[in-house]
């Protein structure tokens, strides 16, 4: 069988030695066939109409471990952390109407940053599907736009080869999410079941020989090019092959927001985030460049800010594994469809090295004439942040929500390794960190550091019972501003600070919370505390929460106003009264 999804062929490789078992119900097909896709953890919250998949699940735990989360969205958005950090396929179980509405925020999520992700939804009996039954909702219907593709199996024979292929597409080409809903009587329904070993995905690409040799004519009469990556490097496993292509040529490299880790911060071709809170140096070797070569990336409005003005002068080169993205946003000079890792490798061999010795040196120096600047406020964000740095491995994972502190992260952290910084990028979630350091921290089994701000943390803080209860590693930085720091920046920018609704006014004790939760609490007052506190709160065991109380007016920059380019970025506030 085969499928086509973004114009990349995907054939199945069914293995048929196999042992063929007496008849069994559904709902035990559905858990043996996690187990043969290697499935580790399925992160969940039962129901009326999963029951069956649950009780399979309690007679399987020896082979996989069901995590019960406080919210189906926590659970969700704790699959997609640990499909980024392990790399695998995350699964997701929810029971029929709200179980499975909760999970559409999570979806989407994984949707708009190209994350594996498998959810099965229980639904009523077929007999009742569409009569408005007490819990029936379409969730199908719902998910069409945000997955890859989704199921509802009807038939007990099907269900077997229906999860096969959900796994296949979800780490197919550019991964995403799959939804399988199965009403309850096909749960229950008996069925005989062979097991198999997992399909292995070929990728058949169209033939890209004159584009290659487009690309490589492109290449060869560049002087400045400049490279910009995203997500697409990692989930192809290219950071390698993006290293080696970058040094042969000597090729300066930005990356998106997704693309953070791909090449360690400190490699010397590394200059760090374009976009709207890039780097005002890499604007700079943006501007300067004569041409752009973009891998694994899509242009979007974070990045291009005003796509019709972005790098309209330039020769662009487009890599991707999507043919959708190729001239969606911004016009492309040559592209080749294809696999980052292996487009990479064949360029690389058809291209001689090049020394761009002053290039490279003019595009760090732009960089160093703009460093990141901290505030004067007796707590500064990235004082905090570079303590955390400091006193974390180099492989540290990171998780954040949405907000302020997601852009200091991504601007100073600094990241050495790929799938250690997981993050919300497309759809921009907040509460999305809570789970996704939790799905991290199963991925490996090691500290997770989550940061946070006090408006993105109060709409999943349940899940605090979660991490104590599963006594995991995960340490919450709350950089507590008392207002919705990005919205408020905005406001304050370019609505002649109207404060509507972003003065948040909370009297959350957090020292209190962590306790209630059964949880270590701390807090950070003033720079002399951070480093002591980091480092109390980073050898707990267990989950911690640390209280760091930060200025209502910090900003995050520099920044591009939305609609504008990268001419037009403020890297310093203005004077009042000016």
Same mark, same amino acid.
């Given at each position: ?35 043969? &896709? ?17 009780? $399979? ?58 994350? %594996? ?15 408005? @039954? ?7 219907? !719902?998910?069409?736009?945000? +997955? ?16 096969? $292929? ?10 995403? %999410? ?29 033939? &890209? ?33 993006? !290293?080696?292509?970058? $040094? ?67 020769? /662009? ?8 993205? !190729? ?67 180099? *492989? ?54 989550? /940061?946070?701000?006090?408006? @993105? ?28 720091? =990005? ?27 962590? $306790? ?6 701390? *807090?950070?007052?003033? +720079? ?21 109380? !930060? ?14 380019? =990268? ?8 004077? *009042?009264?000016?």
């Amino acid at each position: 069988m085969t499928f086509l999804f973004h114009s990349v062929t995907i054939t199945t490789i069914l293995h048929t030695k196999a042992k063929v078992q007496m008849k069994v119900k559904g709902a035990k097909i559905i858990v043996d066939c996690l187990i043969e &896709q290697g499935v580790e953890y399925a992160f969940g919250y039962p129901g009326g109409t999963i029951l069956d998949i649950f009780d $399979e699940l309690y007679k399987a735990s020896d082979k996989i471990m069901q995590v019960l989360t406080s919210h189906e969205q926590g659970a969700c958005h704790a699959a997609d952390g640990y499909a980024r950090v392990s790399g695998k396929v995350g699964v997701v179980i929810a029971t029929s109407g709200p179980g499975a509405t909760n999970l559409v925020t999570g979806i989407a999520n994984a949707y708009m940053d190209s994350v %594996p992700l498998v959810a099965i939804t229980g639904n009523v009996p077929v007999p009742l599907l569409g009569r408005d @039954s007490f819990q029936e909702v379409d969730i199908a219907g !719902i998910t069409m736009p945000i +997955t890859k593709h989704n199921y509802i199996v009807k038939d007990v024979t099907q269900l077997a080869d229906t999860l096969r $292929e959900a796994f296949l597409i979800a780490k197919s080409g550019r991964p995403g %999410p799959v939804l399988v809903d199965v009403p309850k009587n096909v749960q229950q329904e008996l069925c005989e079941f062979s097991q198999k070993k997992p399909a292995v995905p070929k990728f058949s690409f169209p033939n &890209q020989d004159k584009n290659i040799k487009t690309a490589v004519a492109l290449l060869e009469k560049s002087e400045r090019p400049l490279l910009y990556i995203g997500g697409g490097v990692i989930l192809s496993e290219a950071s390698k092959e993006l !290293i080696a292509f970058a $040094e042969k040529l000597q090729i300066p490299v930005a990356s998106s927001m997704m693309g953070l880790g791909a090449i360690p911060y400190i490699h010397p071709l590394f200059l760090g985030m374009i976009g709207m809170h890039g780097h005002a140096g890499v604007a700079k070797a943006v501007k300067e460049c004569d041409s752009l070569i973009v891998v694994g990336a899509r242009f979007s409005d974070r990045v291009a800010t005003n796509r019709l003005g972005f790098c309209s002068t330039k020769q /662009i080169l487009h890599i991707d594994a999507d043919a959708a993205e !190729i001239d969606k946003n911004v016009c492309t000079n040559a592209h080749i469809l294809g696999d980052a890792k292996n487009v990479l490798t064949t360029l690389a061999a058809k291209l001689a090295a090049k020394k761009r010795d002053n290039w490279v040196k003019a595009c760090k120096e732009s960089v160093e004439a703009f460093p990141f600047k901290s505030t004067g406020e007796s707590l500064c964000a990235r004082k905090v942040l570079e303590a955390i740095r400091k006193l974390t491995p180099p *492989e540290q994972v990171v998780a954040t929500d949405v907000g302020q502190h997601q852009m200091w992260t991504a601007q100073s952290f600094g990241f050495v390794k790929p799938r250690t910084f997981v993050t919300s990028g497309g759809l921009g979630t907040m509460g999305y960190g809570f789970g996704a350091a939790m799905g991290a921290a199963f991925a490996s089994k090691k500290n997770v550091v989550m /940061i946070t701000g006090d408006g @993105s943390f109060h709409m999943n803080l349940n899940e605090m019972a979660t991490a104590v209860k599963y006594n995991l590693p995960v340490k919450i930085f709350i950089l507590n501003n008392n207002v919705l720091g =990005m919205v408020r920046q905005w406001q304050n920018l370019f609505y002649e600070k109207r404060f509507s609704s972003t003065t948040l006014n909370l009297h959350t004790d957090y020292l209190k919370l962590a $306790e209630a939760f059964g949880a270590k609490g701390f *807090e950070i007052h003033g +720079t002399k505390d951070i480093e002591k506190t980091v480092e109390a709160a980073l050898k707990e065991k267990g989950p911690v929460i640390v209280n760091c109380k !930060i200025c209502s007016d910090a900003f995050v920059l520099p920044m591009v106003p939305a609609g504008k380019t =990268m001419d037009d970025m403020i890297t310093e506030l203005p004077k *009042e009264g000016k």
